[in-house]
C-alpha cells in the first residue's frame, strides 16, 4: 500500500489529538484529585464509588441517631439524678417530722415543703427534649403529669431507633409506673402521716430509681460501644472511597510529564513530516 503525505498528516493529527485528550484527563484528575470525573471516565470505579458513598451515608445516618439516642438517655439519667436528690430531702424531712418534739408549725412547714417536692418530681417526670416528652413512652407529645398523673397504657411503651444495620435501641425510659408510685406516696403525706413508716417508702422508690438510672447507664454503655463500631465502619467505607477514587499524586505527575514529552516528541516528528508547501517557497 502507497502511503501519501496526506495520510501522515492526517495520522499525526489523530495522535496529537490523542496526546491532548490524555494530557487533558491527567489534567483534571490533577485538579480535582480524582481517578474519574464523568461516569464515561471508568464505569467500574463510579459504580464501586456509589457504593462506598452509600454506605458511609448511611453510618452518618445512624450516627445521627445514635446522637439522638444520647440525647435521650443523658437527659432522662440528669432528670432521674434530680428525682433522686429529690427523694434524698423527702426523706430528711420525713424523718425530722417522725421526731415528735416538733410543734405543729413545723410539720406544717415540712408538708409544706413535701408538696412542693412532689410538684417538682411532677416536672421532672414532664421533662421534654425538643419538642418531645422523655417519659411519655410513645406519646410524645403529651405530658406524663397534666393536672394529675394520666394512666395511659402508651406512656409505657418503648420508643426504639435504628442504629446499626437490623439494630434497633430502646431509646427512652418506662418510668411511668415509677413517678405514678412516687406521686402517690407523696399524696398520702398529711398531717396524720406515720412517718416513722413513710420513710421505709422513701427507701423504696428511691431504691427504684437507682435501678431505673441503672438501665439507663447501661443503655449508655452500649451507645459509646455502637459509636466506636460506628467510627471504624466510617473509616473504613472512607478509606475505601478514596483507594477506588482519588489518585496517586505522585504517579499522575509522574505520567503528566512523560505525556507532555511523548506530546513534544510527537510535534517534533510532526513538523518535520508534513512537507513544506508552495507558499512555505515563497516566503
Known amino acids: 500500500m502507497r502511503v501519501t503525505q496526506s495520510m501522515l498528516s492526517n495520522n499525526m ?8 485528550n490524555k494530557m487533558g484527563k491527567l489534567q483534571n484528575q490533577l485538579d480535582t484529585g480524582k481517578k474519574v470525573n464523568r ?42 439524678d434530680k428525682v433522686g436528690q429529690a427523694m434524698h430531702r423527702a426523706k430528711e424531712l420525713v424523718t425530722s417530722a417522725a421526731n415528735g418534739t416538733l410543734t405543729p408549725e413545723d410539720k406544717e412547714k415540712i408538708q ?8 417538682h418530681i411532677q416536672d421532672l417526670a414532664n421533662t421534654k427534649v ?4 422523655l417519659f411519655s413512652g410513645t406519646k410524645t407529645s403529651t405530658p406524663l403529669f397534666d393536672n394529675g398523673y394520666t394512666d395511659d397504657d402508651a406512656f409505657k411503651k418503648s420508643v426504639d431507633i435504628e442504629v446499626f444495620d437490623g439494630v434497633t ?19 398520702k403525706f398529711n398531717g396524720n402521716t406515720d412517718f416513722s413508716a413513710a420513710i421505709a ?13 441503672a438501665d439507663i447507664g447501661a443503655r449508655q454503655n452500649r451507645v459509646e460501644m455502637m ?21 496517586d499524586y505522585e504517579k499522575a505527575i509522574t505520567d503528566m510529564l512523560t505525556q507532555e514529552s511523548i506530546h513534544r516528541a510527537a510535534l517534533s516528528v510532526g513538523s518535520r513530516i508534513i512537507q513544506p508547501s508552495l507558499v512555505d517557497f515563497l516566503r
Not at 493529527?13 to 491532548?20: A, G
Not at 409544706?112 to 410538684?119: A, F, G, I, K, V
Open 112 to 119: 409544706s415543703e413535701l408538696d412542693q417536692l412532689r410538684n
Open 227 to 247: 459509636s466506636n463500631r460506628l467510627d471504624s465502619q466510617e473509616a473504613s467505607a472512607k478509606k475505601q472511597m478514596s483507594e477506588n477514587e482519588d489518585i
Open 13 to 20: 493529527l489523530r495522535n496529537l489529538s490523542s496526546s491532548y
Open 39 to 80: 461516569p464515561s471516565d471508568d464505569p467500574v470505579v463510579v459504580m464501586k464509588g456509589m457504593g462506598y458513598r452509600m454506605q458511609v451515608d448511611k453510618v452518618a445516618q445512624f450516627q445521627r441517631n445514635l446522637g439522638e439516642a444520647n440525647n435521650y438517655l443523658d437527659s432522662s439519667d440528669d432528670a432521674l
Open 169 to 187: 435501641m430502646n431509646i427512652n425510659t418506662d418510668a411511668a409506673a415509677l413517678f405514678k408510685g412516687i406521686d402517690d406516696m407523696f399524696s
Open 130 to 133: 425538643g419538642d418531645k416528652y
Open 201 to 213: 417508702d422513701i427507701d423504696a422508690n428511691m431504691d427504684k430509681v437507682l435501678t431505673t438510672r
